[in-house]
């Protein structure tokens, strides 16, 4: 099939070689634009303008749809899909109309729960047991176009996102091949999807980061791993007479009661009820370590109250 890819960040580039590995002909690349980033504030592709270019895929990255000639250019290429994976850009009706069997989606969750920018993150804060890769026919509202294809996945009590993430940007290359190969016999059937169980996924807040010890030991343990690694919840201990923020990249559930925010041992701290334990952390301006690194440095932190 003649496809048009567009997609911007490392999730993305597995279902684009996948598309290109079954043989289709990606006539073009749509991805943002290089911006600079990083402590020297380089201007970088993304890591789907680079593949692309290694795959010698022309690349387009406008920097919005709302000049007519980026239109005009999209609908002269003459695709006959368009496969959107975390792209980055709102598409106007006139684009998502231009491909002839239209522009498939791939989403991050089982729709239509989570439907937004973080459906992972969501699904692993919110303590979620499965959530999908889902291939969505795209349409003018905020992923609520009729889905082609699933793949459940389930979720692992201490999963964190980053783990999430890696399995379901595998699944869902696969799942994209599938749906196109599908599509190209006219053999991709689209249920729409239900009216009832919406929820949706708002993008990140880096506000949400701070771990809120009085909260139940399992909503703490869903927080840490729902924003493992990225952005990473965090909480601060007092080490050499001033405040230090650490951010907890895994943990378990823990025996133990006490007043929220204390250190029970080791890092088991006490939360609202029950206590979790602390495996990996990352001390700010450090490298990430397991617990008993992190105290060998630390010391005894036993009876400490950590915010």
């Not at 990083?38 to 022309?58: L, M, N, T, W, Y």
């Not at 069997?101 to 729960?113: D, E, I, M, Q």
Request: charged share 20%; hydrophobic share 45%; with cysteine.
């Amino acid at each position: 099939m003649r496809v048009i890819f567009m997609g911007t960040p490392e999730f993305a580039v597995p279902t684009l070689t996948e598309i290109v590995m079954r043989g289709h002909d990606v006539i073009a690349c749509y991805t943002r634009a290089p911006r600079p980033a990083g402590r020297g504030q380089d201007v970088r592709k993304s890591p789907v303008h680079i593949a692309a270019e290694e795959f010698g895929i022309p690349v387009f990255t406008p920097k919005n749809f709302r000049d007519p000639a980026d239109v005009a250019t999209f609908a002269a290429l003459g695709a006959e899909v368009a496969v959107v994976v975390a792209y980055g850009l709102l598409l106007p009706p006139a684009v998502l109309a231009a491909p002839e069997k239209g522009c498939l989606n791939l989403h991050g969750s089982l729709l239509p729960r989570w439907r937004g920018a973080a459906p992972i993150h969501r699904a692993v804060m919110a303590g979620d047991a499965r959530t999908a890769a889902t291939v969505m026919q795209m349409e003018e509202g905020l992923d609520t176009g009729p889905v082609g294809l699933v793949e459940e996945i389930p979720i692992g009590p201490d999963m964190t996102t980053g783990e999430l993430h890696d399995e379901m940007m595998r699944r869902g290359a696969d799942l994209i091949g599938r749906a196109l190969s599908a599509l190209d016999r006219d053999a991709l059937d689209f249920t729409p999807q239900p009216d009832t169980g919406v929820t949706y996924a708002q993008k990140i807040d880096k506000a949400e980061a701070r771990i809120d010890f009085s909260r139940p030991a399992q909503e703490v343990h869903n927080h840490i791993r729902g924003l493992s690694p990225f952005p990473g919840a965090w909480f601060e201990v007092e080490l050499g007479g001033k405040p230090v923020r650490v951010k907890a990249l895994r943990s378990v559930l823990a025996e133990g009661e006490g007043a929220p925010g204390t250190v029970l041992a080791g890092l088991t701290i006490a939360c609202g009820n029950g206590a979790v334990r602390l495996t990996q952390v990352q001390r700010e301006g450090k490298g990430a370590m397991d617990a008993e690194a992190f105290l060998r440095g630390a010391g005894d932190l036993a009876g400490q109250t950590v915010r």
